[in-house]
């Protein structure tokens, strides 16, 4: 059974800063693209960022292109989002969800974690 | 970049069939997919590749894509349908993935 599960969210002040894991198990980590996909209180999925299986390519969301950076570590099974220059719109839910494809193109999205609550307020 | 636009909410009475669009400039010429969301839980895929259904997810759901409107049908329409969907296309101009903004089905 696929499991993906997030931690490391929280409060932040507006600039401050938030690294966000996302812990997978069943499926071959290392086989995969993984991506961070978000929602805002009341609001509709807005993709973040992706990484392909081997972390050799990267894809960011125009909004937050320079402030975030996507990692892996496949040796622990694991994806990250470093997250820099937090605002208020950075408020959301974060999701971690395995992709369909190990790399470019991209193509869906198979199984998504709980997700992580980031709240970015003074 | 690349625009998905879905309407806001659909209403459907128990046992009839919800349609769902999804519109975008030559969207059929791309593969849509598409995700139910319920209330506090996290989105699942429903279909993908335009028609393809999932394991595990019931043969009510379908999927269309021609022209400029992706459709995701749901037959037989039961209280537990009652969620947001969501479309969702890979953009290869932008090297971004693209969702639609989102459609609450109600069932009355």
């Known amino acids: 059974e696929v499991q993906l599960l997030e931690s490391g969210g929280g409060l932040v002040q507006p600039g401050g800063s938030l690294r966000l894991s996302c812990e997978a198990s069943?499926?071959?980590?290392?086989?995969?693209?993984m991506n961070w996909v978000r929602q805002a209180p009341g609001k509709g999925l807005e993709w973040v960022s992706a990484i392909s299986f081997s972390g050799g390519r990267t894809y960011y969301a125009d909004s937050v292109k320079g402030r975030f950076t996507i990692s892996r570590d496949n040796s622990k099974n694991m994806v990250f989002l470093e997250m820099h220059s937090l605002r208020a719109e950075d408020t959301a839910i974060y999701y971690c969800a395995k992709d369909h494809s190990p790399n470019y193109p991209l193509y869906y999205l198979e199984y998504w974690g709980q997700g992580t609550l980031v709240t970015v307020s003074s | 970049s690349y625009v998905l636009t879905q309407p806001p909410s659909v209403s459907v009475a128990p046992g009839q069939t919800a349609r769902i669009t999804c519109g975008g400039n030559?969207?059929?010429?791309?593969?849509v997919h598409w995700y139910q969301q319920k209330p506090g839980q996290a989105p699942v895929l429903v279909v993908n590749d335009d028609s393809v259904r999932p394991s595990g997810i019931p043969e009510r759901f379908s999927g269309s894509n021609s022209g400029n409107t992706a459709t995701l049908t749901i037959s037989r329409v039961e209280a537990g349908d009652e969620a947001d969907y969501h479309c969702?296309?890979?953009?290869?101009?932008?090297?971004?993935?693209?969702f639609g903004t989102g459609t609450r089905v109600t069932v009355l």
């Open positions: 069943g499926f071959v980590f290392s086989g995969n693209a």
């Open positions: 030559n969207i059929g010429s791309k593969s």
């Open positions: 969702q296309v890979w953009d290869t101009s932008g090297d971004q993935y693209v």
